[in-house]
């Protein structure tokens, strides 16, 4: 007989790791890694102390190998296991390690903050690609490392291999994270926590298209199995690697000392910010394979071969207050507000606590000191209270019952829910801002004189009730307002600009008007699918929810989040008056531009004169072309626009076809720059 409250106790702390670990294999994490490990261990610790508890469906039974959980992909063997790798946390470790390896050469690389894989290529052709899952068993995502531009379908070059085993990481450049965030919050998920987490969930999504928008990258670090490749370092393995077209590490050194590898590992710890990736720390390898292999492996990871972990960075600073903002959904959010300091290369002084169980679980007080940290580098997250620095004075937060924008009571959307709404939705000013402002982004309606400021004119003045009237207002509407009118009550410049928008926006594509209705998880993929099948919105509306959710890229939880939606009397009344104010509700038979660049791949670099950097990728998309963000030799042609950087640099290495303005003009018209 177990005792209950040991039963209870245990029950908790596995529905808590069983949720968090959901969590972070759908890249939504909500408490750092660290964290989660703590209350692994706690319930590994309990289980060895009442091993009775410890049944086979515990999560410590099945933590580990993601491969085995997967329902979505295939699992298929390595051809040769992928190994770990073993850590060194300070310069004294790391000493050690090299003079267990004396060695005239090492290597230096960037440890890439990314998601492992492995390629297999026979005849030089891309056989297969797999997830690293536990070494020896992953996940056969072939069809969305296809897409990935880094990947080469087929190696090029002499001397290919008829048999070739690629180890690298896959990742998201620094540089795109921000994009594929709001890609991501678009289409109704939440924002990614780090490029890591966002890597991870790219590439093992189901459909391939989506997987090709994240703007996956890859960098091979390494080579498992071979047939007809007998190299004698890893330089020499990484030099073929590039000959076939297979993309290396830009980062990566050859030094020759011990002394050296330290020298480098002080140099990137102060330049962990400096690489087009993130990076958590440098891996060093004895280049020598003869060497590697006089040195050999443990159980699970090569002797040759050490990753120097950088600590992560964290300050501590002062909580002074915790306030609480609301979303364009409702969600109601606390956020933590600091001193301003300075943390891994930015200055912070805001941060997302997410919900009140995120504020218990911290134990942060209002006027404590809190250790915080970016995660992935990006976005801040406050750790915890440094607690022996309290003094008495601090306070605990109290959640807000009523809504802070308008006063209505706050509850959990469903039971137990951690996240709390403001249930007036029509007419919340919160609410109402960010979705007036969501409408008028260049994913929607494009009106570009109706920004934050100005919507939040139009609701304080009384103008708009709701997005019902926007496209009925008038000049003598605008006349309470103070963002759009002069002192004097007359319309000012950025009024009658916002009247000439509303004017244009009306005749717009079908799928951008579904896109304005703020609808939960319809973004502009689920939108243009919509529009592209149904052409127009009463269709749409009067079509059964499985025939929705028959669409491709569309499916049952967005079908019937659309089909909610309109069960909503105001949701209808609000589509009658856009209809009635002339708001496109059918796609334009003509409209439909010719596909012209069906099967071809465009990168556009630098500034184009006719087209914005969104105008150029629309042009391409609605004509059946892909628009990418990198060059790669799958790229049919770079469009080069003023002040083009490394990607023309790149196209003229791989001696790509590139057009200026005019050609590509020419391409979109008839398929052809000629
Ligand atoms: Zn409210």
């Known amino acids: 007989m177990i005792d209950p409250d040991l039963r209870r106790r245990w029950n908790d702390l596995a529905e808590e790791v069983r949720r968090h670990r959901d ?11 660290a964290d989660f490990d703590a209350l692994f261990r706690e319930l590994q610790q309990l289980e060895e102390d009442h091993p009775e508890l410890a049944v086979p469906d515990s999560p410590t039974m099945e933590v580990g190998a993601p491969a085995v959980v997967s329902s979505t992909f295939d699992n298929v063997e390595h051809l040769e296991r992928m190994m770990s790798l073993d850590n060194a946390f300070d310069e004294d470790e790391l000493r050690e390690w090299l003079t267990r390896t004396p060695s005239d050469t090492y290597l230096t690389e960037l440890k890439i903050d990314g998601l492992s894989i492995a390629l297999v290529y026979r005849d030089g052709r891309l056989e297969r690609a797999a997830t690293r899952g536990d070494g020896r068993i992953g996940e056969d995502v072939t069809a969305n490392a296809k897409v990935i531009d880094d990947i080469p379908h087929e190696l090029t070059g002499d001397d290919i291999p008829a048999l070739l085993e690629v180890r690298g990481e896959v990742f998201i450049a620094v540089e795109d994270f921000d994009e594929v965030n709001e890609l991501r919050q678009a289409e109704g998920g939440k924002p990614f926590a780090n490029p890591r987490n966002a890597a991870a969930g790219s590439l093992r999504q189901k459909n391939p298209e989506d ?4 703007r996956l990258r890859m960098i091979a670090h390494g080579i498992g199995a071979r ?11 990484y030099t073929a690697l590039a000959g076939w077209g297979l993309p290396v590490s830009p980062y990566t050194e050859q030094v020759h000392s011990a002394d050296e590898v330290v020298e480098k590992v002080r140099h990137w710890a102060e330049h962990r910010h400096d690489a087009a990736h993130e990076m958590d720390g440098l891996v060093v390898k ?4 003869a060497e590697q292999r006089a040195l050999g492996a443990t159980s699970r990871a090569p002797r040759w071969a050490i990753a120097y972990k950088y600590p992560p960075e964290e300050v501590a600073t002062q909580l002074i207050d915790i306030q609480v903002g609301v979303g364009r959904t409702g969600r109601v959010t606390p956020f933590a507000i600091m001193e301003p300091v300075f943390v891994a290369g930015s200055t912070v002084s805001m941060a997302t606590l997410h ?23 990006i976005i801040p997250e406050v750790l915890g209270p440094v607690v022996e620095k309290r003094d008495g004075s601090e306070r605990e937060f109290i959640f807000p019952t009523l809504c802070p924008s308008c006063g209505t009571r706050l509850a959990p959307q469903k039971e137990g829910d951690a996240d709390w ?14 979705r007036l402002t969501y409408l008028a982004g260049r994913g929607a309606f494009d009106i570009e004189a109706l920004g934050e400021k100005g919507a939040q004119d139009l609701i304080r003045t009384g103008i708009l009730s709701d997005e019902s009237g926007l496209f009925d207002l008038t000049e003598a509407d605008l006349a309470a307002s103070k963002v759009y009118t002069t002192k004097a009550g007359k319309v000012n410049a950025s009024g009658r600009k916002l009247l000439d928008n509303l004017a244009t926006a009306r005749e717009t594509d079908l799928w951008r008007v579904i896109v304005a209705l703020s609808i939960r998880h319809v973004g502009p993929t689920a939108a243009r699918a919509l529009a592209g099948r149904y ?5 749409l509306i009067d079509a059964p929810v499985d025939d929705i959710a028959d669409t491709d890229g569309v499916g049952t939880i967005i079908a019937e989040s659309f089909r909610n939606w309109f069960e909503v009397d105001w949701h209808r009344a609000l589509v009658e008056r856009w209809a009635a104010a002339g708001v496109t509700m059918e796609e334009s038979g003509e409209d439909l531009a010719e596909q012209t660049l069906e099967g071809l791949t465009i990168v556009v670099t630098g500034s184009l004169e006719g087209f914005t950097r969104d105008g150029a990728k629309e042009a391409i998309l609605s004509r059946g072309g892909k628009a990418s ?8 042609y770079v469009v080069v626009g003023e002040n083009a950087g490394s990607k023309e640099t790149k196209a003229r290495e791989l001696e790509l076809p590139i057009l200026d303005e005019a050609g590509f003009v020419r391409l979109l018209e008839t398929g052809s720059p000629e």
């Open 23 to 33: 969590l972070y294999y759908n890249d939504q994490p909500e408490i750092p890694d």
């Open 421 to 434: 709404r403001c249930p007036n939705t029509r007419s919340c000013p919160a609410q109402l801002s960010s």
């Open 227 to 237: 047939e007809g490749f007998t190299p004698a370092s890893q330089h020499e393995a």
């Open 211 to 214: 997987v090709r928008k994240r």
């Open 535 to 539: 052409r127009s919105l009463p269709a």
């Open 355 to 377: 919900n009140q169980t995120e504020v218990k679980r911290k134990g942060v007080l209002i006027g404590d000191t809190v250790v915080i940290r970016k995660a992935g580098e």
């Open 629 to 636: 963000g990198s060059v790669s030799k799958k790229t049919s």
């Open 286 to 289: 004895v280049d020598s394979y």
